[in-house]
């Protein structure tokens, strides 16, 4: 839910482009080359190379997508296996090319991040090739002073 009320504020431009555009430190996992169904999306461990996981950065849209076209959705604990510690998500998009284990303090970070960020100034300008406004959004007296 978290995610798509940070989409559905990003798409209403109510946050500051460098919210919008902040990055999310998350684990990737690449399949295993086996096609990820509806039938079998539960069984992570053997569509997903967990031993060929690698730390990355991926922007919040990105992030907030998966969860919302959520295809593979799962939850991890921490190594004690008492306490939730993240999500495993993939999109239907996504799905047959790479999971991603986004931890829950990342999470948090960019719900607060999103949750405390009022734009004071948007500037609009007319793109002729894509027949619409780009709108760019900040907080302070000019985009160099974005919300940190």
């Not at 919302?68 to 799962?74: A, D, K, N, Q, R």
């Not at 999470?107 to 090739?129: C, G, I, M, Q, V």
């Amino acid at each position: 839910m978290g995610a798509f009320v940070v989409r559905r504020l990003a798409d209403s431009h109510k946050l500051s482009d460098a919210t919008v555009s902040m990055l999310l430190r998350v684990g990737q996992m690449p399949t295993t080359g086996k096609p990820v169904t509806l039938i079998n999306n539960h069984r992570l461990d053997e569509w997903f190379d967990f031993s060929r996981s690698r730390r990355c950065q991926q922007p919040l849209p990105f992030l907030c997508n998966q969860a919302i076209h959520s295809y593979v959705f799962g939850v991890y604990t921490d190594r004690a296996g008492k306490r939730l510690a993240g999500v495993y998500i993939a999109s239907d998009y996504q799905r047959n090319r790479a999971l991603f284990a986004v931890p829950l303090a990342e999470l948090e970070r960019a719900f607060r991040r999103a949750s405390n960020d009022y734009p004071t100034n948007l500037h609009y300008s007319f793109d002729e090739k894509l027949g619409d406004y780009r709108v760019k959004h900040w907080t302070g007296t000019s985009p160099g002073a974005q919300v940190r």
